[in-house]
């Protein structure tokens, strides 16, 4: 398996640090509002190095953290008179619910700031000890970026004066304009912790430094993890300080390999609230199945930026649809259990730092000929079962055709309808097993009225949206 590592500016051979064993950590949600398609993307890329780590053999162990101390949460807070626990409370269950349509599995490990402090804390303390951090006046604490020989060699950057006063937080009692704060003393009567520099909050980069090696790291060894991923945007400054602070605070770097997502944009433009097209995931939900969505997501390599636009959505659904009606083509077939040439191909292109343009390749092909053979004469039953494989195993790699095929196609009826459309299958059954095939073909035109094409099968009746 290979990964491109953004570190190091290539492609590796992944060789994790125990030999069956694969850890993972990614950058999580700040929960203070809903999740976006820059969330969903990365989120979805996530997901899938996972599954492509497990099909290679590995036991993975997967941490995302929550974001659950912000000032945007404080402010949100305010603004709504609301308790900052129901705010974070409410988004974390909405994000759980949005990743869940798009089919991406929860962590093994999910750490909260708020869960996280006396970790934090210890870190802190340990930086201040090495020499590596300093407690002002008003009581914040820094690190200090120059006692760091190491500090931006994760990103390779070279700030000028502009760069360091935008993206750093300004302050005139720091040694150096590049330090960051890893303790922020708070005076404005808001939401405050108790520690002995004195009360205040976390900096934000600390959170992920003090959960990895809370959960994750190693004693005695050369990395915290195998792999940190994120968007590309948190590469500078979050996961640039967050290696300093490990480096520095601990016996290890923190990950071997640096994995980073592209961003997505809407029509050409970078998605952004000042621009007013920052498209929230609950949104595109009520317009297209999740699993749509997450193949749209995925059908790009994931360190390309992203341009999401209803005319490429439109053409991705095409391609999973096709999935769908292969499925429905051996509907009720029973299921082999044996490797096939496909399986390995696809996983060999998966594993190629996840080229998932070939692997879709792959895909089509693969419908295609099977659809082809199945036109053709004779009732090809091994071909049928190797179908069954392959498809089963796209599901379980890609998260593609997890659905019942007809279900899937029912998409954009409402439930009162299902229910209504349900109720006249099951009153047309009847009528058909009592022969009454006036009343039978009467109901089953009510059915068909609501735009939608029904297929009586040995396993029962269905039905899909046209």
């Known amino acids: 398996m290979y990964i491109y590592d953004s570190a190091q500016k290539t492609k590796r051979k992944f060789i994790p640090m125990q030999e069956t064993k694969a850890s993972l ?38 941490a995302r953290n929550i974001t659950d101390i912000d000032d945007k949460i404080i402010k949100k807070a305010k603004e709504q008179n609301k308790d900052i626990k129901d705010i974070t409370d409410f988004y974390t269950t909405s994000f759980h619910s949005e990743m869940a349509s798009l089919g991406v599995a929860k962590p093994d490990i999910e750490p909260k700031a708020t869960e996280s402090l006396e970790a934090m804390i210890e870190l802190i303390q340990t930086l201040i000890d090495k020499g590596h951090a300093y407690a002002t006046s008003e009581g914040d604490v820094y690190f200090d970026t120059a006692s760091d020989s190491e500090y931006l060699s994760l990103s390779n950057r070279v700030q000028d004066e502009e760069d360091k006063q935008e993206r750093v937080e300004s302050s005139s009692l720091k040694k150096n304009q590049t330090d960051f704060a890893l303790w922020k003393s708070v005076k404005d009567g808001t939401l405050t912790y108790e520690s002995p520099f004195g009360a205040g909050r976390p900096g934000w980069h600390l959170e992920c430094s003090a959960m990895i090696e809370k959960h994750l790291a190693k004693k005695d060894s ?52 000042s621009l ?10 009520k317009e297209y199945d999740g699993e749509v969505l997450r193949f749209y997501l995925l059908s790009t390599h994931y360190r390309s930026n992203f341009n999401f636009n209803t005319q490429d959505l439109s053409a991705s659904k095409k391609r999973l649809d096709k999935i769908y009606r292969l499925k429905k083509r051996l509907f009720g077939m029973a299921c082999g259990d044996n490797t096939t040439p496909f399986m390995d191909e696809l996983l060999k292109a998966l594993s190629d730092d996840m080229n998932v343009s070939s692997a879709l390749a792959l895909v089509d092909d693969m419908i295609s000929n099977a659809n082809e053979t199945l036109d053709s004469a004779g009732k090809h039953k091994q071909l049928k079962k190797e179908t069954l494989v392959n498809l089963a195993y796209i599901e379980s790699i890609l998260g593609f055709g997890v659905k019942n095929p007809f279900e899937y196609f029912q998409f954009g009826i409402d439930e009162d309808t299902k229910a209504k459309i349900d109720s006249l299958i099951r009153k047309r059954d009847e009528a058909k097993k009592a022969k009454d095939f006036e009343n039978s073909d009467k109901l089953r035109d009510e059915i068909l009225a609501f735009g939608v094409s029904i297929m009586d099968t040995t396993q029962g009746t269905f039905w899909e949206k046209i």
């Not at 967050?242 to 029509?267: D, K, S």
């Open 25 to 62: 950590y990614v950058c999580g949600p700040t929960v203070y509002d809903d999740a976006h398609l820059g969330h969903a993307k990365s989120a979805l890329v996530f997901d899938l190095l996972r599954r492509v780590l497990t099909a290679n053999g590995y036991d993975v162990t997967y």
């Open 222 to 273: 050369e990395f915290a993890i195998d792999i940190h991923g994120g968007g590309a945007d948190l590469l500078f400054p979050h996961h640039e300080n967050e290696a300093a602070q490990t480096r520095c605070g601990t016996n290890h770097a923190l990950a071997n390999y640096w994995m980073h997502n592209g961003f997505v944009n809407i029509n050409n433009q970078k998605m952004s609230k």
């Open 276 to 285: 007013g097209n920052s498209f929230f995931l609950k949104d595109a939900l």
